[in-house]
């Protein structure tokens, strides 16, 4: 695998892909390559719910905002990462027939507005450096872009990330990529492949999950914000095949006609559980560095039980 794919763009989009994008099931021959803000949450639980699992684990370290995020936790997704296999798995996952591997696509300029509206207007935790005002509960649209701009498309956060970089379509022998627009028809596939496989069971359900706020991006959409993007984005435009849009503001929306109370107790909730998640992760932090020299008192204690028992003819104290 890492033959395959050593040319691909960027060596971080491979260990991003291997490491964590990836879910691999084995037992009814799927692979599944996520793209954050692109239906993820909803196709992860779709392929969850094809076995038994344990339910989704509360992590006090987490930062998911809601219930249905805790899926996004690797350690919550039973289905492993392709790294988890050896180079000749890899190349049959991947390559040989028999698997349905599947990833979804959508339009650039959608995505990143979708990752502003639910990661960054509300200031969600962990992500505080794209908030240059901190009097006011919110970000602009304006503003999240410059600071997108100034990022490389290929290291960037991985919910506006270039999507050829996580899924790098070059060089996986995908059976099918979806576009946003067509994820409703991804059960029945599935189901179909399934049949093939002699797998029978209830029928898949893609549910609708972790729905975003209803803010329309037409409105901020103007044309020096879609030039840019379409310069970010060019690698993604080349390889699916976007379409262009036509610009239909001349001056972008601005986010503080939305901000009301509503907003307001989501941002404060966000700054609540970050600093909660914060205190939860310095607690890990002790534990861990008091492991060692726990295991060494423990250590120390049982080789003096043992030196005391040879001592005493082997009478326990």
Known sequence: ????????????????????????????????????????????????????????????????????????????????????????????????????????????????????????????????????????????????????????????DVHWRLQVSLLLPDFINYTRIYEISDVSSIPADLQAHLATIGVTGKPLVLQRINESWPIAPDNFLAPDITASLRAFYSADFERFKFPERETKVAAPASAATLVNEFSDAVYDRNRVLMDHVLRANRRRKVLKALRVPVLLLIGAGLGLWALSSVLLGGRIL
């Open 1 to 156: 695998m890492l033959q395959l794919v050593k040319n691909a763009p960027k060596d971080h989009a491979v260990r991003y892909l291997l490491g964590h994008g990836s879910y691999v099931d084995e037992r009814h021959r799927i692979v599944y390559v996520e793209t954050p803000k692109v239906a993820c949450t909803s196709i992860k639980f779709l392929l969850r719910g094809l076995d038994e699992y344990k339910p989704l684990r509360f992590l006090s370290y987490s930062h998911a905002s809601t219930a249905p995020q805790r899926i996004h936790d690797r350690n919550q997704m039973p289905l492993p990462p392709i790294s988890a296999f050896s180079r000749a798995r890899q190349q049959s996952i991947l390559n040989d027939p028999g698997w349905f591997r599947f990833c979804v696509v959508r339009h650039p300029y959608d995505r990143v507005f979708s990752a502003w509206r639910d990661k960054i207007f509300f200031v969600e935790p962990g992500y505080e450096k794209y908030q240059s005002d901190k009097t006011k509960k919110y970000v602009e649209f304006t503003d999240f872009v410059t600071k997108v701009l100034a990022e490389d498309p290929y290291h960037c």
